[in-house]
């Protein structure tokens, strides 16, 4: 199956839209399909400002509707509480946030972004998107991706060199409470390492202390920023640490 098979079949089509490299692509895609179609962000305190910006770009440019949800992630003690499938009770509240309102416009079907490089059978969370009856025209199509990468930059896109970026709840440890002010200090963070010019890196949390991840080509850099970048952390954090194992 092509993607323009799948738009051609489903005329009337909720995208689940996050700002990134996969569903903008599958925006674009449906943006050019004869299906009747609209993107759907669900902004939560998980989510960092640029990527509803991004979103928003996106969107614009692709000329494409968008509808964005607030959906308080923190009200749920299944996903503060912070288990090892918190994934799958953060999933099932967005996803049935976009069905339920996709319902009400009047579209049936609700597609998202995985590719056929996303390992499918270790996310939770893609047991609450199966549960939902989601349905994942790219991968089915197995465009990897690599592929989608490279079909953006012939589409125009500019989320197609946008590094992976997992929601701001992975910062923090398994079993650890996620609460407003652990978000916040996260993105403020990292916010701050970006403007330094610093890419496809993670600020993790073990309890008050900060853990930085970052590639090996960025190490050096960051060492010679060291004092500044730790006077800053400390704003937030009571320690800050440098993983040694190489973010990829």
Known sequence: ???KEFFDTNKNVAIAFS???DSAYLLYEAVHSSANICAYYVNSDFQPEFELNDARRIAKELDAKLKIITVDVLESEEITSNPA????YCKKRIFSAIASEAAASGFNVIADGTN???KVSDRPGMKALAELSVRSPMGGCGLTKDEIRWLSKEAGLFTWDKPAYACLATRIETGETITR???RRTEISENY???LGF???RIRTVRDTAKIQISDAQIEKLISLK???NSELKKYYSSVLLDLEERV
């Open 1 to 3: 199956m092509k993607l």
């Open 19 to 21: 700002g990134g490299v």
């Open 85 to 88: 499938n918190r994934c799958y």
């Open 116 to 118: 056929a490089s996303d």
């Open 181 to 183: 002010d652990k978000l």
């Open 193 to 195: 390492l970006a403007s």
């Open 199 to 201: 890419t496809n890196f």
């Open 227 to 229: 004092t500044q970048i």
